[in-house]
């Protein structure tokens, strides 16, 4: 069984940075499975949608949301299976819930999307 977690949430100032870490893990302790994937970052603000922050796909190739470009980086260890989402020049908008999910191709085609349980970004003015 896979699992995805979330790490490096917190309570910061305006104008101050977060580094989250999104990592891939198996039951039996493994962090790298055989399959290929994408991985995104996700938020949720109180109260609103889920909204795509960040993607990396299978092929290496990374984008940012255009709203959020120039502020927020994705930086990716295959070895570690983990994707880093960095944020800059943080705001009271980007508040929210971040959640990781991983999306699943080769013959894990058929395995449900993977979603960490989120960690908790606060930041206040």
């Known amino acids: 069984q896979v699992q995805v977690q979330e790490s490096g949430g917190g309570s910061v100032l305006a104008g101050g940075s977060l580094r989250l870490s999104c990592s891939i893990s198996r039951s039996d302790g493994a962090s790298s499975t055989s399959c290929s994937h994408d991985m995104e970052w996700h938020r949720q603000a109180l109260g609103k949608s889920r909204r795509l922050v960040a993607r990396?796909?299978?092929?290496?190739?990374?984008y940012v949301m255009s709203d959020l470009q120039g502020r927020f980086s994705i930086y990716q260890d295959s070895a570690l299976n983990t994707l880093d989402l960095q944020m800059n020049a943080l705001n009271p908008e980007d508040t929210g819930r971040y959640y990781c999910?991983?999306?699943?191709?080769?013959?894990?085609?058929?395995?449900?999307?993977?979603w960490g349980l989120g960690t908790l970004v606060t930041v206040s003015s």
């Open positions: 999910r991983v999306v699943w191709y080769d013959r894990c085609v058929n395995w449900p999307d993977t």
């Open positions: 990396l796909y299978r092929s290496g190739t990374a």
